[in-house]
Structure formats: structure tokens, C-alpha cells
């Protein structure tokens, strides 16, 4: 599969070091990254731009850029591994998830790059410990929506996400992992995780070679309901990241499906909550693919056409002089985030 990246031309490789270096750095995330690319105009001016911003925002010691040569090596290590990389703005980039204001600017893939590009991605996501009904009806609403010609994402988690990745294998389906693209987790999932990779596609945002930690999650799950035109939850409790997930899709203006369960199960709080604010009750394939035929797309960012490493017309003696004063203007004595200067 890595003959897709090795075909790009040395521009590309370049391109996206830089935006790895950029989002590798010290207290970039993927909103920052964009807000910063957006005044700077381009990722090479941004990263210039980093250790000076923050100084002047009253920090004693200025942000350091991620190390080129670490950066480097971990372009190096996905490639060895089998995976390639996609940026933002890039033709198999997920083109749903381009409209999140917190896309990831890049990620590692394992797997058929052009899967990611699929017209019509539905997540499937809901509990670890599903009973063995609720894992047998993700399985089947899996297997049919890949054969209505969708495209099944979720999490490679234990219950119902191993049990849609399974029911979706023959048509293909996405995995999007919290760690690194070489960690697999949980571990009894190393088969399903190859048949995946062979069949399917895997993405991962965080650095190669790390395990996944807590907090990577959430940012995982944003990803799923991101480049998903609709998300299925079933028997999720109140606590459950599945409802994560589900909040994430409604602010990125996608539709929501919860499975009902029985109310004497916890495991179904949360999908019974969801139906209950407005999700849309459903009980089969047929009820997903009957709401989402009906759904507009949703705008992309204009961005994703072009690319947001091609810089706009250079600035002039005056015009940089005048977004220079006003970033100036929003200093004070006291320190302030790098977030609330690129705002």
C-alpha cells in the first residue's frame, strides 16, 4: 500500500514534515494549527512565527519547535511499517472531516488510502461490554450497510466496535485508533486489526510508537464523528465515550441513530437518552440509510481545495505593519494563551 506515498513527488514528503513539525510542537493542537496557519499565511511562516508569538505573550522561555530530525523519523518509521501519510488538503483526505474546525492537519494510514475518500462513511460505536444481542445486531447492521454501499467506521474497541468492524470486513471498513498506527488495542484484537489493514483502512493521529492514553480518546472519537455522514449508537451507557462521539456529530451538524435497549440495562441509558433528546430510534440498516439519503451534505472549508501550505499574496510593508499592531494590541503584562492571540 505504501506505493501510494512513495509516487508523491518530494514536494509532498517536505510539505507534510512541516506540518508534522508544526503540530508535533509544544502546545499546538489541531485548532491552534489552523489558526496560525490562517494569519501566517503558510507552515514554514507559522513555524517561524511560533518562538517570538509566544514570547511577547509574556512567556519567559518561547515555545520550541518540535525537533526536525524526531519528525523525520517518525515519516520514516510509518513508511517502514507499511502506512502513509495524508495531510489536509490531500485528494484521499476524509472530505466530510475537512469541515471540522478541528480536523487533524495530518495522519498516518495503514491500509487502502482510498477508502478514506468514501462517499458514504457511517460510525457504528457503543459499548465494551455489550451483551452478546447488542454485539450480533452491530454486526448485521454493519454487513448491511457495507453492502448498501457504505462505508462502516469505529473504534477497534472491545464490543460493539469489534463486532461492526467485523461485520463490515468484506466491504471494507475504517479502524481509527487512539494511539499510535502501531499500537494495537486492545491486544486481543491483533487479528482483527491486520484483516482490517489488509481489507480495509486504519488511522491513527497521534505520534507513531505511542500508547494510547486516556486523553486521546476523546480526540479520537471527534475523528470518527468528523468524516462520518451519520453516527449509530447502541447500548451505550451515561457514561459512555460512545456519547461522546454522539455530541461531537451534532455539533458538527451530523445525524445521530441510537439503537434502543431495555431500561432495566444500563448499558442502554445512553442510547435511550440520545432518542429521547432527538436522535433519530432505530432498528435497523435500513432505518440509517432511509434519514441519511435525505440529508444534505454539509459545506467542506473552503481550504481543503487548495491546501492550506500554499501561502496567499505576501503581505506589503503596511499591511504587515497593521496585523502586527493589532497582535500587539492583545498584549499585556500578563501571559496569554496562543489560542486567544490567532482568535
Known amino acids: 500500500m505504501n506505493d501510494f506515498f512513495y509516487q508523491q513527488p518530494s514536494l509532498a514528503r517536505e510539505e507534510i514534515l512541516d506540518v508534522l513539525q508544526l503540530i508535533r510542537s509544544e502546545q499546538v493542537g489541531s485548532v491552534t494549527f489552523f489558526n496560525l496557519v490562517s494569519f501566517y499565511g503558510s507552515v514554514p511562516k507559522a513555524m517561524e512565527a511560533i518562538p517570538e508569538l509566544a514570547k511577547r505573550g509574556g512567556r519567559k522561555k518561547p515555545l520550541k519547535l518540535a525537533e526536525r530530525k524526531k519528525v523525520e523519523q517518525e515519516y520514516q518509521a510509518v513508511l517502514k511499517f507499511g502506512g502513509t501519510w495524508l495531510k489536509y488538503g490531500d485528494p484521499h483526505y476524509p472530505s466530510l472531516l475537512t469541515a471540522a474546525s478541528d480536523a487533524p492537519p495530518v495522519i498516518a494510514v495503514l491500509g487502502n488510502p482510498e477508502l478514506l475518500a468514501h462517499p458514504r462513511p457511517v460510525a457504528i460505536v457503543g459499548a465494551r461490554n455489550a451483551s452478546g444481542n447488542g454485539c450480533s445486531f452491530a454486526n448485521k447492521m454493519a454487513r448491511e450497510l457495507g453492502e448498501q454501499g457504505c462505508c462502516v467506521i469505529s473504534g477497534l474497541a472491545r464490543g460493539i466496535d469489534t463486532a461492526a468492524h467485523r461485520g463490515a470486513l468484506a466491504t471494507g471498513t475504517i479502524a481509527v485508533i487512539a494511539g499510535g498506527l502501531d499500537h494495537i488495542y486492545p491486544p ?15 488511522i491513527a493521529e497521534a505520534p507513531f510508537g505511542s500508547s494510547p492514553q486516556a486523553r486521546h480518546f476523546p480526540a479520537r472519537n471527534r475523528i470518527i464523528a468528523g468524516m462520518s455522514s451519520g453516527t449509530v449508537v447502541m447500548e451505550a451507557s451515561r457514561k459512555s465515550g460512545s456519547l461522546i462521539t454522539a455530541n461531537m456529530a451534532l455539533d458538527y451538524g451530523r445525524e445521530v441513530f441510537a439503537v434502543p435497549g431495555s431500561p432495566m440495562d444500563p448499558r442502554s441509558e445512553g442510547a435511550n437518552s ?5 436522535a433519530q430510534l432505530t432498528q435497523s440498516a435500513q432505518d440509517v440509510l432511509d434519514n441519511l439519503r435525505a440529508i444534505p451534505v454539509p459545506p467542506l472549508r473552503e481550504a481543503e481545495a487548495s491546501g492550506y501550505t500554499s501561502a496567499p499574496p505576501s503581505l506589503d510593508d503596511a499591511q504587515y505593519a497593521k496585523h502586527q499592531e493589532v497582535v500587539m494590541q492583545c498584549l499585556s503584562s500578563e501571559p496569554i494563551a496562543i489560542e486567544m492571540l490567532t482568535q
Open 188 to 202: 486481543e484484537n491483533e487479528s482483527l486489526y491486520k484483516q482490517i489493514a489488509e481489507q480495509g483502512a486504519i
Open 274 to 278: 440520545l432518542i429521547k433528546q432527538g
